[in-house]
């Protein structure tokens, strides 16, 4: 069975302090990680897929990067508004849907002004 | 309007009421999802459409009753529900097509049962 575990569940940084959320995984042959961004009362915004080991990808102060076990979303100076939850989902390649993405319950972010 | 779209924002029922959640999408997209967001809980698929056919069903009970009359619209027919069917319902759409299967979701309906 698919598993997405997200660490740590909470991070609380102080504008401008850089830091990392990981998102480990345990799915039968990858097809896809993505990561997301939610805001309170909101539903998820999407922000990067990442389809093999090695690839990067960059949006404005965030970068994904992936390995074959986790994944790491990389915040380089945060503002206050980078304060939401993000969430990390895979889908598999073998046995699966095409349509099934599996979540990890999410790391909460606060950044502080 | 843009993107996938849902109405109501916020409901309260009821546990002998009857309900539906409508959802739009804007996107052209030809597969749409319903899923279920409790606290604490990762995001639960529950419901998928492709090309207007139900795909995929994932235990849910029959108190909930999806239809999608067309590849824009989805609707989520709820009745009898229970307390702990509260929650936030998401519905989201995606192209399925070889190398994309990103789901792009709308804001969600907060769903309260009494």
């Known amino acids: 069975e698919d598993q997405v575990t997200q660490s740590p569940e909470a991070l609380r940084l102080q504008e401008g302090e850089s830091s990392s959320l990981n998102c480990s995984y345990t799915?039968?042959?990858?097809?896809?990680l993505f990561w997301y961004r939610q805001d309170p009362g909101k539903g998820p915004e999407f922000l990067f897929t990442l389809y093999s080991a090695g690839e990067e990808k960059e949006k404005e102060r965030l970068k994904a990067t992936l390995t074959k076990k986790e994944s790491f979303l990389h915040i380089t100076a945060p503002k206050p508004e980078d304060s939401a939850t993000y969430l990390c989902?895979?889908?598999?390649?073998?046995?699966?849907?095409?349509?099934?993405?599996?979540f990890g319950k999410g790391t909460l972010l606060t950044v502080n002004p | 309007e843009t993107g996938v779209t849902q109405t109501p924002r916020h409901l309260v029922m009821g546990m002998t009421n009857k309900k539906s959640l409508k959802c739009e999408q804007h996107l052209g997209h030809n597969a749409m999802y319903w899923y279920k967001q409790s606290a604490k809980k990762p995001l639960e698929l529950m419901f998928v459409y492709s090309l207007e056919e139900r795909v995929e069903n994932n235990s849910v009970p029959s108190r909930f009753s999806p239809e999608c009359p067309n590849s824009s619209h989805l609707f989520l027919h709820l009745h009898t529900l229970q307390p702990e069917d509260s929650a936030l319902y998401l519905c989201?759409?995606?192209?399925?097509?070889?190398?994309?299967?990103?789901?792009?979701f709308g804001p969600g309906t907060r769903l309260t049962v009494t």
């Open positions: 799915v039968s042959g990858l097809r896809g």
């Open positions: 989201a759409s995606s192209q399925v097509m070889a190398g994309t299967y990103e789901q792009y």
């Open positions: 989902a895979v889908q598999a390649r073998s046995g699966g849907s095409n349509y099934k993405l599996t």
